[in-house]
Structures are given as C-alpha cells and as structure tokens.
C-alpha cells in the first residue's frame, strides 16, 4: 500500500512504516521558540536539569512577538533567552531578524524535514514539505533537549486545489474558504495534504500562506509536495544541497478526500471573533464596515509578494489611504525589509502613509505597534481574528488577503480589492 507524505515523513523518523493511529517516537530535526512561548520552555528544562539541545543547529530562538520589548518584564524575557542560547549552542533570531515561522521556513526548514515548535503556526513549514507542527513548551523542549519526541499519526486529508486563481483573488482567499468550510475544529489533528494542478502554478510564498491557517481548523499539518518550484527555492536561497523530493505515493490511502476548484473563487474576508466566519466580500455581513486601521504583515502575509501587492494597487489606483484610516505594516523579515526598501515598495507604502514597523509580529499578537481603541474596527492581512486579538476586546477584527487590506485603507471602508485595481 502507498503512502501519504505524512505517513513517508513519519515513517522515516520512526525508522518503521506508519499508519494513521500509531503512537511513534519520531527523530526531531528541527525545533523553534519564540519569546512568547519560549521563557517557560527554558525554565522547564532548567527544572528538569535538562538545559542542552541535541539539534543545536536546528535549535532556533526567536525574539520575534514582542521585539523591541515594550518593558523590562519582557527585556528581561529576551535575556533569559539569549542565555539559553549562549548555553546550550542553539541559534538566536534577534529582534528585528523577523517572523519564526518566515525565517524558519527561508533560513532552516528542509523538505521531510520534522519540525517541532513552541506556536501554533509551526505548520508553516509544511509549505516546503515537511511535517511541521506546534506543541507545548514543555514538549517542544523535551524533543530538541532529546532529539526525540513522539506522535499518533494522523488521519489524513487529500486536499486536491484546481483551476485558477482569478484577478485579485489570493491563495490567501483559498485558505480562508477551505477553513469557512471545515470549521474551527473541522479538521482537527488531521494532517492535510495539498495536491493537484493548482499546487504547480503556486509559489512557495503561497504556499506558505496556506499551510500557516490549516491549525485555524484545527490540522496537525498542511503539507505540499516538494517540487521544482521548491527546488528553485532552494537553489535561489544557496541551500540547493538541502532540496529533495517528496510526493504522495500515487496509491496512498486518504481518510477524506477534498477537491477545491478556485476558478469561481471571490475573495473572502472573516469576520469577528472567529477565524471560520467567512463570507465572500460582497456579503451583507461586511459591507459598509469602516476601517479605523488596516493591518499589513505577519507570518500569513507580511512577505515581499504581499508588500508589493499592497504597494501595486495603491500607487495604481493614485490613491492614498482613506484619511480617516490607519495603515500599519510589519514586514515578516529583515530580508523583506530591505528588498522592499531597494524596490521602492517602502517608498510608495509610506507616501501612501503607511507606519512601517519592526519586522516582527507586531499587532497580530495584540501586545504592542497597534493596538485598537474601543468600538475600532480593523482588517489584517494576519490569520486571527479572535476578540481582543488586536489588543481590545472591545473592537473587532476583520481578516482579508493584502489586496484586500490595501484596497479596504483606500476607501475607508471593507472593499473588494477588484474595484481598486490597476
Ligand atoms: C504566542 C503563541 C502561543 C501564539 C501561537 O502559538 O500561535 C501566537 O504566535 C499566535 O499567533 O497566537
Ligand atoms: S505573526 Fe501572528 S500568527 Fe504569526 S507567529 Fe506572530 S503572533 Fe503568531
């Protein structure tokens, strides 16, 4: 019987052959912590005695949630870290270094790769075919401090993606209806696994939109095969020697199977305090909406493509943000700071008035760069919209795809991003 790509990844680390059920102790490769999260992984271990990792240079610490600190509680957070890191000979991601799961996914993560992280959106490595996904802090700290960990194996979801993507409708708008359609907790610990037609024509940037949401259903993981686009991607990153293949056997055994054609597809936007409240833009639930803030970044869409599908339809469109509407970006990385500053997106975004940040997570943590006021209304670009998550829980939050964020700070209000374009 053929196998899932899941099932090929954990059966490698299992050193045995897998199926959906088994409990295994799978080798870790890769493992990263990000200052939210990470402070308790590091006094676990220390409790435990077990202050070391056996993958230090797959070991990754972020100063990403919370960076630049916004106090000496959290300052003092970032130093806990970074002792860590000079103890043990793991690596650090500074502040301003960028996003986890961006840096990870360009910097660290390999195609079979498993990898293992304190924060949900750890399936964003899944992008680049591996078996990528987020646990406690205490187990994420047991499986870098060990190399090992352990997992059932998940049943698994054949999500076939056809057609095309029309004009101003995002992998972003795929994502979001996948999950209006399975629900929050639809597809809970399933792995999902992305194949068919469409999969070619998707860059890895893409891909890393759509694997980051499938834990807005609730999934284990969301994988795309490796392919040439991924080879191309690792050769384009110097890391051509990391690259290798992986793609469903042609007769694996799927627990569902899915077919999404996006030749119809509208964009979609979420709308408050749930993730799976999605409607077509044009729906009655998110028209006339003001927007006091529009929010471009994190690890969903704060990449280089985003910026510039922002960038594009604002000087396109010769407008500039709606005066009574706030635009603020978090680039995902120092790297797409600086390629976005040498293109000129910088520029046209700030002449727009955009307030450019940190690379960081920004708002879409809720803790610092842009909090709302009571009775606000916002639309990110991010993949939470959960109460609060913009740091008031007396205003709501509103998720699109960049086009929309950028053409809904043109009008002021929730906007289809078709009727802005160039
Ligand atoms: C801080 C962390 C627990 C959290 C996560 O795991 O996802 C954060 O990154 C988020 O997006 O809500
Ligand atoms: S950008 Fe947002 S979703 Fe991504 S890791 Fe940071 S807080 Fe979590």
Known sequence: MGQTMTQKILSEHAGQDVTPGDTVTVDVDKALLQDGT??????????MDMEQTAIPEGTVVFLDHQAPPMNADMANEHDLLRDFVKNTGAQLSDVGDGICH???TFDYTAPRDILIGADSHTVTGGAVGALATGMGSTDVGVGFATGQTWMRVPDTDEVRLEGELGEGVYAKDLILQIIGDRGADGANYRSMEFVGPLVDDLR???RMTISNMVVEAGAKSGIFPSDETTKEFYEDRGRADEWEAIEPDEDAEYQMELTYDVSELEPQVAYPHQV???????DDRVQDVPIDQAFLGSCTNGRLEDLRI???ILEASGMEINDDTRLIVNPASREIYEQAMEEGVFEVLNEAGAAINTPGCGICYGGHQGALADGENAIGANNRNFKGRFGNPE???YLGSPATVAASAIKGEITDPREVLP
């Open 395 to 397: 205003s709501d939050v």
């Open 38 to 47: 990470g402070p308790l992984t590091v006094r676990q271990l220390r409790d």
């Open 310 to 312: 922002a960038a594009d």
């Open 276 to 282: 799976d409240n999605v409607v077509p833009v044009s």
């Open 204 to 206: 890895i940037d893409e």
């Open 102 to 104: 961006q840096v990870m």
